[in-house]
């Protein structure tokens, strides 16, 4: 059975990948950005891609295409900026005209009735009060039909080696369809997949250094100080070893406590902190690597990301980092493209 993916805001293609590792098919994506088009285009050659904004799309575009797949599943991953916690502005215009990015996903279901809909983001969209673009979206779904369920689910939980909190939507038209079941529970004997299995066997690099055999595995500069701090810090520590001298203005300050474990190394034996679109630099989050006296390297976060390592990404490393951090984990995305499609050999006949 073929399952058509139509992935809007594709970004450089987790989701697709996901999705193709479990046997579907991606047909159609569609994003606006330069650098994570080239990455999608480059390795999904197969597949038409848009480099436009949706809100630019003609959506008789995709009437070809649609016809051409008995089954159709439409992803529909819009930005989370606005609605991250890390999100401390006040709204601007862009930031405003962000959240109606669903609401251009919703007139394409109008139009083309997918048989599966898939939605991820940030767990903050439905904090929204009252109507929101949520709500919206959900009740639109419920008329035309679909039977939507809505949740947070921690990636760990699916086998990825990281702590993602992730909201998401999962609607057919072919009746109820629940989120897979859970495949890792330290609880019940599976324990969480670990840093270690994910990145140990990638050759050491020093900061600011590429590998020259291996993709994308290349690591941010440090400056002086910087290089000093992450000596400083012990295998699997925090920034709490480090002398005085080292320490930021802002650490000094009376009664300041957070971000503890921003310049802080991960733990080899347990899941990743959830990586961001800055996963790749020691200030910004605890990603340095736990033994190595650098950050994590692009390809180190891909395969946090579960990214196989023949999937290349292109762009300065500041844009290969945000391409992951916005990524949907290929992992999760393979399990539920893989319970899409027991489920459509059930019911979508």
């Excluded at 002398?243 to 650490?251: F, G, I, K, T």
Aim: charged share 20%; proline share 7%; aromatic share 10%.
């Amino acid at each position: 059975m073929s399952i058509g993916v139509f992935d809007f805001f594709s970004g450089c293609g987790g989701t697709s990948k996901g999705f193709q590792q479990a046997g579907l098919t991606p047909a159609f994506a569609l994003d606006f950005d330069g650098d994570a088009a080239t990455t999608y285009k480059r390795n999904f050659p197969n597949t038409v891609f848009s480099k436009t904004d949706i809100r630019n799309l003609n959506p008789d575009e995709l009437a070809e295409l649609n016809a051409a797949h008995d089954i159709t599943l439409f992803c529909g991953c819009a930005p989370c900026q606005p609605f991250t916690r890390q999100n401390t502005k006040k709204p601007t215009t862009r930031a405003d005209s962000r959240r109606s990015l669903l609401s251009h996903f919703g007139f394409l279901i109008d139009k083309y009735m997918p048989d599966y809909i898939f939605v991820e983001n940030v767990p903050g969209i439905q904090r929204v009060a009252g109507n929101s673009t949520l709500t919206r979206f959900k009740s639109r779904l419920v008329s035309l039909g679909y039977t939507p369920t809505v949740g947070v689910i921690e990636s760990q939980r699916y086998g990825v080696p990281q702590r993602r909190r992730r909201l998401v939507l999962l609607a057919s038209k072919h009746g109820p369809i629940k989120f897979p079941e859970e495949t890792h529970n330290p609880d019940f004997g599976v324990p969480f997949s670990t840093v270690r299995e994910w990145i140990s066997h990638l050759p050491p690099i020093k900061a600011g250094e590429t590998h020259p055999n291996v993709l994308n595995h290349r690591a941010a500069n440090l400056s002086e100080t910087n290089l000093k701090r992450i000596k400083a810090t012990p295998s699997e520590g925090t920034r709490a070893s480090w002398p005085a001298e080292l320490h930021l203005d802002c650490h000094a300050k009376a009664g300041y406590s957070g971000h503890s474990d921003v310049y802080g190394r991960l733990r080899w034996d347990g899941p990743a902190t959830g990586l961001t679109t800055r996963c790749i630099s020691l200030s910004n989050g605890r990603y340095g690597h736990p033994e190595q006296d650098r950050a994590i390297s692009v390809r180190e976060a891909a395969a946090l990301q579960t990214f196989p390592e023949d999937f290349e990404f292109f762009g300065s490393m500041n844009s290969q980092a945000k391409q992951i951090g916005n990524a949907v984990p290929v992992l999760l995305a393979k399990i539920f493209g893989d319970h899409i499609l027991a489920h459509a050999k059930k019911h979508a006949r």
